[in-house]
């Protein structure tokens, strides 16, 4: 793929290895002047995905602008991960397939197969077979449904703009795959604190409403069970076991005063000194919103308490979103 084509697909495997062969750091992305417009783009992807559900277009007139539009997809993704909010999460993978559903509209068919091959969908002329259709068909629209399809030996006929949108299915899930169970270097949460505490707070209402509807405490992770029944127990928890609480909860969309309930059992419970340390681990009054220690962590302090599911993760947070899909 050429470069104007990599800045329109970035989530593809092509521009991965276009981004990992230029060498360029983490760190060089996230405070080097060079990358300053890739990292204001990548500012307003998620902000486009998120307030028009769809992340906008940028005139592309020369190698450089490419550099840059490549470079704010990673940008983009990371500020997504770090806002922490699968509402968000969902709604910014959606938009930039939309984005790539505009583009594939005008392609030649024939980038649009190669496109389709990346995602395991064989296309044969005209036709596609059925599993494929049905894995990524938006089937709850009458027209999509297979028996208003042309069917035959187990294929189904398809025009190149019905393909284009399959593969939208299909970058959709992958970027919300990649995301789901990804985290984002501390330094992201830093360096975009304002944009990000800006996103959540305007969001959330949305919060809100995934906090009634979305949050699963079934599927919490022994660690975090044993933290909250000790707290609602009235027990002491040392520092490092609140520390793992409230980044956990707050990592899922709890707000300060949920949180604070959780901790109003204990037996010193100083409500104004509680949401003191809660504002201050999630970013409210401080300048880090920290994120929840990872299993080797928690173990280390004394506070894990493995089941069954515990021996296919690394992270709380993990676990909980692979038991929650
Ligand atoms: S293995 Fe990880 S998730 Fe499971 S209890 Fe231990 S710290 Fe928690």
Known sequence: MELFELAKYPF????????????????????DELYERARER??????EA????????????????CIMEIFSYPVARMIVISIENEYLLRRYALAEAKKAYLHMKIEPFEFIKKLSEEFGIEINGNEIHFLDYLKYAPTWDFKWKLVNRDLKNGYVKIEKNEIARLIQ???????????????????VKKVFKNEIMSIRSKFSFK????????????????????????????????????????????????????ILKIFSSS?????????????HITGKISATIYS?????????????????????????????RRRKK
């Not at 276009?18 to 760190?27: A, F, G, P, R, Y």
């Not at 959709?172 to 270097?185: G, T």
């Not at 027990?235 to 969309?253: A, E, Y």
């Open 267 to 279: 037996p010193d419970f100083n409500s104004e000194k509680t949401r003191y340390q809660i504002e």
């Open 292 to 320: 929840t220690p990872k299993c080797d962590t928690i173990r280390t302090w004394g506070l894990c308490y493995p089941d069954e599911f515990c021996k296919k993760v690394s992270h709380p947070l993990y676990y909980y």
């Open 12 to 31: 593809m495997k092509e521009a991965k290895e276009w981004v990992k062969n230029e060498k360029v750091s983490v760190e060089e992305i996230l405070f």
């Open 169 to 187: 299915e299909a970058i959709r899930k992958k970027i919300y795959d990649e995301l789901i169970y990804a985290f984002a270097p501390p330094e």
């Open 207 to 258: 919060n809100k409403e995934i906090k009634t509807g979305e949050i699963s405490h079934q599927y919490f992770p022994p660690c975090i069970k044993n933290l909250i029944n000790s707290a609602k127990a009235g027990l002491n928890i040392p520092h490092v076991g609140r520390f793992t609480l409230v980044t956990f909860l707050n990592s899922i969309g709890m707000d300060t005063e949920e």
């Open 50 to 65: 998120i307030e028009d559900g769809i992340v906008g277009e940028i005139p592309l007139v020369d190698e450089a602008d």
């Open 42 to 47: 990548g500012v307003r992807r998620v902000r």
